[in-house]
């Protein structure tokens, strides 16, 4: 456990950094961002977690239908997701070449897309499907070996935009279509993950609805990280 004691730390970044369990005492902090996953935060003795997510909640409603066990709301939040993203991309297209720059050392537009061409493949098809076909090689996974380019992926690729989007679209219709027919019985049955060593294998043991839920959440995440960035860069 590393201690910091009478330390400047103005302007420090901790990226990708596990702080379960850290402690600040008698610090100053002033336009500070924290943006990951955050649970039980006291702030001067105050839990302040269920004050986040219901504001959260209160701006983007979409994230109460992600939650939900009814198979409807689950069906209009893919369709909600579906749209945002649709008016993103629009917005994107207005701008040429602005889906391949980054900012803040975040992905490009055109990566977070194809970050969720491999999310759709991995926790979609494999999870709630049970698929062992191989994933779309424009797909970007983990950075951990031995995942970075297993499977069907290729780094090497730099697909342009229509073409991730086109991706993107067969795969939010194959969900759509998938969300039609699907019971409340079949979301909360044991996900048939495959038994092998395709990511991601700490799946096994959750239903389909928790992956699903994974599937919707880092479309949703996703979203919101690409807007942020988008708006940086044109301003």
């Known amino acids: 456990m590393k201690r910091y004691v009478d330390e400047d730390l103005h302007g420090a970044e901790f990226r990708e950094c596990d702080l379960t369990g850290a402690r600040l005492i008698g610090v100053v902090m002033q336009d500070t961002v924290i943006d990951g996953l955050v649970s039980n935060l006291v702030v001067n003795g105050v839990e302040v977690g269920e004050y986040v997510e219901a504001e959260l909640d209160r701006r983007h409603p979409v994230r109460v239908l992600i939650r939900s066990e009814d198979p409807a ?59 062992t076909e191989l994933f779309t090689p424009m797909g970007i996974g983990p950075d ?65 609805r928790q992956c699903l839920r994974t599937v919707l959440n880092e479309t949703f995440e996703h979203h919101g990280f690409c807007v942020r960035d988008l708006d940086l860069i044109e301003a």
Do not use: K
């Not at 069906?75 to 602005?98: D, H, Y």
């Not at 194809?114 to 759709?120: D, N, Q, S």
């Not at 970075?148 to 795969?171: F, T």
């Not at 279509?177 to 979301?187: G, H, I, N, P, Y």
């Open 144 to 208: 951990v070996e031995p995942y970075r380019e297993a499977h069907g992926l290729d780094r090497s690729l730099d697909p342009s935009l229509d073409e991730i989007v086109r991706v993107r679209d067969a795969q939010a219709a194959e969900l759509e279509a998938w969300l039609d027919e699907v019971t409340a019985a079949q979301l909360a049955a044991p996900a048939p993950v495959p038994e092998d060593d395709v990511w991601p294998p700490y799946a096994r043991g959750r239903s389909v």
């Open 73 to 131: 709301d689950l069906r209009e939040a893919a369709r909600q997701l579906r749209e945002g993203w649709a008016a993103t991309v629009e917005g994107i297209r207005r701008t040429p070449g602005i889906e391949g720059r980054s900012v803040n050392d975040e992905w490009s537009a055109a990566q977070t897309m194809r970050h969720l061409v491999f999310v759709h493949d991995s926790w979609f098809r494999r999870c709630c499907l049970g698929s």
